[in-house]
T-cell receptor, first 114, second 111 residues
């Protein structure tokens, strides 16, 4: 089966610009996650969707980050405006129910903010 | 709150050496425990997991035992290969629909 797809793989922007990332989860997976992974740290959950509803967005900086999952399938994560500290790898993952089973990760989008 | 603590890396070993990467956790309730691995240029993938106390997860020669009395889930392999060079993440799921990851431990295996 096809894995989790993400694009772009790399993005370089200047601070105060906006950027968007796209994720297509494994077919049939109800739960989709966006993580931020800063160099040398573990992934930090930004937002979790169950179908097209938000389960947890407690660590999403809502003044600049937004995410949507229309129709309960693919998802976009947007940053506007970007700050230097947003430089990180943004990982998308999916799982079938979200109840503690295996998460399947995409390759990530590496963002550099200059 | 819930947390995961891993030993700091990098860990550098020669091929065929014994590997231990320590992981301890703090959690309420009875979490499920995971080890994920991230090979260079790739996304994270599940290596093994254990869902209850005294369970042993195993895969690709790696093992980890869920020790509730010591709140630990140490990763071990008897004989590492160069291809095992990667970053290893310990993680827990507590039922609040959130997985918490450790900071990761980078492993280098020399031929």
């Amino acid at each position: 089966e096809a894995g989790v797809a993400q694009s772009p793989r790399y993005k370089i922007i200047e601070k105060r610009q906006s950027v968007a990332f796209w994720c297509n989860p494994i077919s049939g997976h109800a739960t989709l996650y966006w993580y931020q992974q800063i160099l040398g740290q573990g992934p930090k959950l930004l937002i979790q969707f169950q179908n097209n509803g938000v389960v947890d967005d407690s660590q999403l900086p809502k003044d600049r980050f937004s995410a949507e999952r229309l129709k309960g399938v693919d998802s976009t994560l947007k940053i506007q405006p970007a700050k230097l500290e947003d430089s990180a790898v943004y990982l998308c993952a999916s799982s079938s129910t979200g109840a503690g089973e295996t998460q399947y990760f995409g390759p990530g989008t590496r963002l550099l903010v200059l | 709150g819930n947390s995961v603590t891993q030993m700091e890396g990098p860990v550098t070993l020669s091929e065929e050496a014994f590997l231990t990467i320590n992981c301890t956790y703090t959690a309420t309730g009875y979490p499920s425990l995971f080890w994920y691995v991230q090979y260079p240029g790739e996304g994270l993938q599940l290596l093994l997991k254990a869902t209850k106390a005294d369970d042993k997860g195993s895969n690709k020669g790696f093992e980890a035992t869920y020790r509730k009395e010591t709140t630990s889930f140490h990763l071990e392999k008897g004989s590492v290969q160069v291809s095992d060079s990667a970053v290893y993440f310990c993680a827990l799921f507590t039922g609040g629909f959130k997985t918490i990851f450790g900071a990761g431990t980078r492993l280098f295996v020399k031929a």
